[in-house]
């Protein structure tokens, strides 16, 4: 991993969430629309039902293609109210979802607790084996699945992407330090190992297939990352917005999704399992321990969570609104881990069509 804190974020790292951020239209009455399970029907929703700022638009999509963007969907109550594609890219075109495609780990996680396959609780070595690190055992015999979920299993994250044994090295005891680090992606070994099936077949089986989603992982050195429409990252967004409940099935526990979506540990508040938290009163990044006073997103909603992936992979889920926006394509401005400037300017043009 290279090891640098983008200069473009210091606009912004002190402001206070705005209280504007929160200041919209009543909630839409309609009923939660959730789309079939094949085919390409969607409902949509116009916009000047929901009386929404049209004048806004345009520069907002001007906004969005001059940043890269190859997919944008908006939805809600589950129905698209904004659908646009850039730069060569098209409904049908396949993107990575990188880090935010975290978020499918950590609810594939609560799947296989569910079914009594796994608890997160449960050491990593009652699934993996000793010497899943080169940590001491003592230490190693620390590390959860919940450490995993939260960043703090205490392994070196400065190593790079290599999860090999020999690169998962100990710095402190695990649940005393947060540190952005993609040793997460054991998680995905725990699922298959407690579910006698590889990881892939677990996922598609519980979670793909059971809300429409297409996609496949692709192996990447030692990570695996999610490629798929724009259309099935709005999918899971729907999902996550109604607390893992797909129309009448419950996919994930809604007490485990409330789990994934509030602060998870003491040391990032703005950290649930794999989602990222707005409106905190403090906040750490990746490739950094230094902690930062204020809200994660100052222009957007305080209730929002995120799933934000390297170079401006944006899964945003609004309850108060019941709304789900997708973002995916190149970086908009400098490369970035997770959060970057862009999020923030981007819920500045949002806010103007929405508010």
């Known amino acids: 991993m290279k090891h640098f804190f983008p200069l473009i974020l210091l606009s912004f790292l002190l402001l206070n969430c705005s209280s504007d951020a929160d200041s919209s239209v009543d909630i839409p009455s309609d009923t939660m629309y959730f789309p079939p399970l094949s085919g390409n029907i969607w409902e949509t929703k116009p916009m000047n039902e929901l009386g929404w700022n049209e004048s806004q638009v345009q520069p907002l999509l001007t906004f969005l293609e001059e940043k890269h963007t190859k997919g944008f969907i908006v939805l809600v109550n589950g129905r698209i109210v904004m659908e646009n594609y850039f730069n060569g890219h098209t409904a049908t075109s396949p993107w990575y979802w990188a880090s935010a495609g975290k978020t499918l780990t950590t609810a594939t996680v609560g799947i296989a607790q569910k079914e009594g396959l796994l608890d997160s609780d449960d050491k990593v070595s009652d699934y993996l084996g000793t010497g899943w690190t080169s940590a001491p055992l003592v230490k190693e015999n620390l590390i959860t699945n919940r450490h995993l979920l939260t960043m703090t299993s205490g392994l070196n994250e400065t190593l790079g992407d290599d999860v090999s044994p020999a690169n998962l090295q100990y710095v402190a005891d695990a649940g005393s330090r947060w540190a952005y680090h993609n040793v997460y992606v054991k998680l995905q070994d725990v699922v298959a190992e407690a579910s006698n099936q590889t990881w892939n077949s677990y996922f598609n089986n519980k979670l793909r297939d059971k809300i429409g989603m297409s996609g496949t992982w692709i192996p990447l050195g030692g990570l695996s990352v999610y490629w798929s429409t724009t259309r099935?990252?709005?999918?899971?967004?729907?999902?996550?917005?109604?607390?893992?409940?797909?129309?009448?099935?419950?996919?994930?526990?809604?007490?485990?999704?409330t789990n994934t979506i509030s602060t998870s540990q003491n040391l990032n508040k703005a950290y649930g399992y794999m989602w990222w938290l707005n409106g905190k009163e403090s906040y750490r990044l990746p490739q950094t321990q230094f902690q930062f006073s204020g809200c994660l997103i100052p222009s957007a909603p305080t209730d929002m969570v995120s799933g934000l992936g390297k170079n401006d992979q944006k899964i945003y889920v609004i309850p108060s609104k019941k709304m789900v926006v997708i973002r995916l394509g190149e970086v908009a401005d400098e490369e970035n881990f997770a959060l970057s400037?862009?999020?923030?300017?981007?819920?500045?043009?949002?806010?103007?069509v929405i508010n």
């Open 232 to 257: 099935s990252v709005a999918r899971f967004g729907l999902l996550s917005l109604n607390k893992g409940k797909w129309e009448n099935e419950v996919i994930i526990p809604e007490t485990y999704m």
């Open 341 to 352: 400037d862009f999020d923030n300017q981007l819920w500045q043009k949002i806010n103007a």
